[in-house]
């Protein structure tokens, strides 16, 4: 994110996007004065709010229709450029009328030469030579001015987001020409109803206890990560049983605990085949993710092939065509395409007409998530397993309904069904297409020999 100061008053320009107008060009790209920012957009033509009487008047170069509603209302409204009006001056007009035509086709050329900003709902111009600067900020810095309000000269634009009880310490101060750079660390306060465990002048790091007590798993998940809140787990579980005199492996435990760290709740499934909120296995998550990254990666060797193919089909975008049949592909028509959200195009490659894909899919995010043992057991993809935990007579029934198949993969279903388990030194792997078929020819080659 960025905070950019536009002067307005020298070359700057700030332009608002009408409804409809979409930009064409990227954030950052170099544009000369005349060129196009946005695609072909019309302004839509008004209508009557209410019924009423049409009054037409001309103020300089607008041409406005006034309307007087018979509720005593009046209504103004400006003729879109080039636009006909389909009523005449005195005229009646029922609620809904159609007061004019919509405008001619429309665009935003830019005024002078410069890098082009993208914002919500505006596209600005940076001048060469500005004085106008871009800030960039981070989740410790608020903004304290809302976008297309005026600054003046030695106005405040950000403030510290600093959480309850927390001071900023100055470390060092470093001037190069016009440019400083502080380098800061933060000191927070915090209350320990416990005994602290912890002396003055340590060095701590994330996540670490300061006080005796428990810490709540979910919460150390959320603030120190993954790891951490694994080797606390394992701390405590060992604690709890050797105070018992009971003395149990690391690795019992790690099983567990990976089977309850073990998931990922979608926050964004993106392109997927996930839902919104859904919890999978990290495994099945990063499989997911792997796939779309390496269909990303075949999308971009294709966008390089069809790069001066010609186009079978016009490629159209919110009402507007970027280009026409048989016109060729570009790297800018390209680099165009992809900035307004083309998804696909229809061309010919090697003789043949294919639709290929331009547009990368977008890859799912999710957090990692902390489940208890219980309801991490019923979401292994193992239905054995999940029903031999508890819930029994619930799992087996809903494996039964949806036709589930359990391949035996994991420990737990291969020792309930009396499968050799897939472990150990003598366990060969799982066996390639190469190998596999070498042995079904070395089975053949003995069923036809003498």
Same mark, same amino acid.
């Given at each position: 994110?960025?905070?950019?100061?536009?002067?307005?008053?020298?070359?700057?320009?700030?332009? #608002?996007?009408?409804?409809?107008?979409? /930009?064409? *060009?990227?954030? $950052?790209?170099? !544009?000369? &004065? +005349?060129?196009? %920012?946005?695609?072909?957009?019309?302004?839509?033509?008004?209508?009557?709010?209410?019924?009423?009487?049409?009054?037409?008047?001309?103020?300089?170069?607008?041409?406005?229709?006034?309307?007087?509603?018979?509720?005593?209302?009046?209504?103004?409204?400006?003729?879109?450029?080039?636009?006909?009006?389909?009523?005449?001056?005195?005229?009646?007009?029922?609620?809904?009328?159609?007061?004019?035509?919509?405008?001619?086709?429309?665009?935003?050329?830019?005024?002078?030469?410069?890098?082009?900003?993208?914002?919500?709902?505006?596209?600005?111009?940076?001048?060469?030579?500005?004085?106008?600067?871009?800030? #960039?900020?981070?989740?410790?810095?608020? /903004?304290? *001015?809302?976008? $297309?309000?005026? !600054?003046? &000269? +030695?106005?405040? %634009?950000?403030?510290?987001?600093?959480?309850?009880?927390?001071?900023?310490?100055?470390?060092?101060?470093?001037?190069?020409?016009?440019?400083?750079?502080?380098?800061?660390?933060?000191?927070?306060?915090?209350?320990?109803?416990?005994?602290?465990?912890?002396?003055?002048?340590?060095?701590?790091?994330?996540?670490?206890?300061?006080?005796?007590?428990?810490?709540?798993?979910?919460?150390?998940?959320?603030?120190?990560?993954?790891?951490?809140?694994?080797?606390?787990?394992?701390?405590?579980?060992?604690?709890?049983?050797?105070?018992?005199?009971?003395?149990?492996?690391?690795?019992?435990?790690?099983?567990?605990?990976?089977?309850?760290?073990?998931?990922?709740?979608?926050?964004?499934?993106?392109?997927?085949?996930?839902?919104?909120?859904?919890?999978?296995?990290?495994?099945?998550?990063?499989?997911?993710?792997?796939?779309?990254?390496?269909?990303?990666?075949?999308?971009?060797?294709?966008?390089?092939?069809?790069?001066?193919?010609?186009?079978?089909?016009?490629?159209?975008?919110?009402?507007?065509?970027?280009?026409?049949?048989?016109?060729?592909?570009?790297?800018?028509?390209?680099?165009?395409?992809?900035?307004?959200?083309?998804?696909?195009?229809?061309?010919?490659?090697?003789?043949?007409?294919?639709?290929?894909?331009?547009?990368?899919?977008?890859?799912?995010?999710?957090?990692?998530?902390?489940?208890?043992?219980?309801?991490?057991?019923?979401?292994?993809?193992?239905?054995?397993?999940?029903?031999?935990?508890?819930?029994?007579?619930?799992?087996?029934?809903?494996?039964?309904?949806?036709?589930?198949?359990?391949?035996?993969?994991?420990?737990?279903?291969?020792?309930?069904?009396?499968?050799?388990?897939?472990?150990?030194?003598?366990?060969?792997?799982?066996?390639?297409?190469?190998?596999?078929?070498?042995?079904?020819?070395?089975?053949?080659?003995?069923?036809?020999?003498?």
């Amino acid at each position: 994110k960025y905070l950019a100061l536009l002067d307005t008053n020298a070359l700057d320009r700030v332009y #608002p996007l009408p409804e409809g107008a979409e /930009p064409c *060009v990227k954030p $950052g790209q170099k !544009v000369k &004065e +005349g060129d196009r %920012l946005t695609g072909e957009y019309h302004i839509e033509a008004p209508l009557a709010p209410v019924a009423g009487r049409v009054e037409l008047r001309q103020e300089g170069k607008k041409r406005l229709v006034i309307l007087h509603g018979e509720d005593g209302s009046q209504h103004q409204f400006e003729a879109p450029y080039g636009a006909t009006i389909l009523v005449a001056d005195g005229e009646e007009v029922e609620a809904g009328r159609k007061l004019t035509t919509r405008s001619r086709p429309l665009s935003i050329e830019a005024e002078t030469e410069g890098r082009v900003l993208v914002s919500p709902g505006s596209l600005a111009v940076l001048a060469e030579g500005s004085r106008g600067l871009i800030l #960039p900020f981070t989740p410790s810095l608020i /903004p304290m *001015v809302e976008h $297309g309000a005026p !600054v003046r &000269e +030695g106005q405040e %634009l950000f403030r510290l987001n600093l959480p309850q009880g927390e001071t900023i310490l100055v470390e060092k101060v470093e001037v190069e020409g016009e440019l400083a750079t502080v380098r800061i660390r933060y000191r927070a306060r915090v209350e320990c109803p416990e005994a602290a465990i912890v002396w003055e002048g340590d060095k701590v790091e994330r996540g670490q206890a300061l006080s005796k007590g428990v810490i709540p798993p979910h919460y150390l998940m959320e603030t120190a990560g993954v790891i951490k809140t694994r080797e606390y787990l394992l701390t405590e579980l060992q604690r709890v049983y050797k105070s018992q005199g009971v003395d149990i492996n690391d690795k019992h435990f790690e099983v567990v605990i990976r089977q309850i760290l073990n998931n990922v709740r979608v926050e964004d499934p993106g392109e997927s085949d996930f839902m919104l909120n859904d919890i999978v296995p990290l495994e099945v998550f990063q499989r997911e993710v792997q796939r779309l990254s390496q269909e990303n990666e075949r999308i971009r060797r294709r966008r390089e092939e069809i790069v001066g193919a010609k186009l079978l089909a016009p490629v159209t975008k919110g009402g507007m065509t970027l280009a026409e049949a048989g016109e060729e592909i570009t790297p800018r028509l390209l680099e165009h395409m992809l900035a307004l959200g083309v998804r696909q195009v229809r061309v010919e490659l090697h003789g043949e007409p294919r639709t290929v894909r331009i547009m990368e899919y977008r890859l799912p995010q999710g957090e990692r998530e902390l489940l208890r043992i219980s309801r991490a057991a019923l979401l292994r993809k193992s239905w054995l397993a999940a029903a031999s935990f508890e819930r029994t007579t619930k799992v087996l029934a809903e494996a039964a309904l949806r036709g589930e198949e359990d391949h035996l993969q994991g420990l737990k279903p291969c020792l309930m069904v009396g499968k050799k388990v897939p472990v150990g030194t003598g366990f060969p792997g799982p066996a390639t297409e190469e190998e596999t078929s070498q042995e079904t020819e070395g089975v053949e080659a003995a069923s036809s020999g003498p």
